[in-house]
């Protein structure tokens, strides 16, 4: 199998297994009995919009969306929620009480529209969508919403993290609403790394193809790292939710590789 086949099957396979697990995960939140289902629902969304997404990457992938133009209009990509349903599943979790106001309808206003774009297109349209340089909702100004809206929604995020695992500490309080902070603190670090490169990759192609004509998905691999760097968000987003699902105590696991470093070189504890 050549360089290209190989990566194309490991996207493949990879960009699955995140669809796989979050669907899995999504599934046992949505079912669980909990106190506040409120912040069940909130991170069920968000695991499902990480799936739908990728599975707009999928349909590309295997050419399905070349062979069935028609198809590209399907409610499948979701970029514009990913960030706002990020914000809502953590801060539900860490607030269970905290009530909507009418202000809040402000952060629905990108996620609905994008939604809206593709059905109204699915169905008063032959379903043909083409990327377009202006678009909000399927183009360049699209994904530099997305990168935009992701950023500022994930620093909130993390404000509301740090505030949170203060308080608790400061009045000693530990268990599972301690161990589900840091969860989602541990979450929010990796996926900033994890996100700092799809966001790279995205500015790339972006710059050479506008800048400078050139079309980077010609070279060889480069379109398969868009779909693997995808996939490690969606991924990742779904090995938190299985680590949510568990009870304390927490592992930190920058002291637990930090450790085994320690006695591979042979240190003392």
């Not at 083409?130 to 995020?157: D, K, N």
């Not at 695992?165 to 161990?179: D, F, H, M, T």
């Amino acid at each position: 199998m050549n360089f290209t086949g190989t990566l194309t099957t490991l996207s493949f396979f990879v960009l699955c297994a995140a669809i796989a697990l979050n669907g899995v995960v999504a599934f046992v939140f949505l079912l669980r009995k909990n106190g506040d289902k409120r912040s069940d629902l909130a991170f069920t969304g968000l695991l499902l919009v990480y799936s739908l997404t990728a599975l707009h990457h999928v349909f590309i992938l295997k050419g399905i969306f070349e062979a069935k133009p028609h198809l590209t209009s399907l409610p499948l990509y979701f970029t514009l929620s990913l960030g706002v349903l990020l914000f809502l599943a953590v801060k539900l979790r860490l607030f269970p009480t905290y009530k909507f106001e009418g202000s809040d309808i402000k952060h629905a206003i990108l996620p609905v529209g994008q939604f809206v774009y593709f059905v109204g297109a699915f169905i008063w349209t032959d379903g043909l969508l083409v990327r377009r340089f202006y678009s909000p909702f399927y183009g360049g100004l699209e994904m530099a919403l997305y990168i935009f809206t992701f950023y500022s929604y994930q620093f909130a995020a993390y404000r509301y993290i740090r505030f949170k695992v203060s308080a608790l500490r400061k009045k000693k309080e530990g268990g599972q609403p301690l161990y589900e902070a840091l969860v989602l603190r541990r979450m929010l670090r990796v996926m900033l790394l994890l996100f700092w490169v799809n966001s790279a990759y995205i500015v790339t192609d972006f710059v050479m193809y506008e800048l400078l004509r050139l079309n980077m998905h010609d070279f060889r691999g480069f379109t398969r790292f868009g779909d693997v760097s995808f996939a490690a968000m969606a991924g990742w987003i779904g090995l938190s939710g299985v680590q949510l699902l568990m009870k304390p105590p927490y592992m930190n696991l920058s002291h637990w590789v930090l450790h085994g470093f320690k006695r591979m070189l042979g240190g003392k504890d």
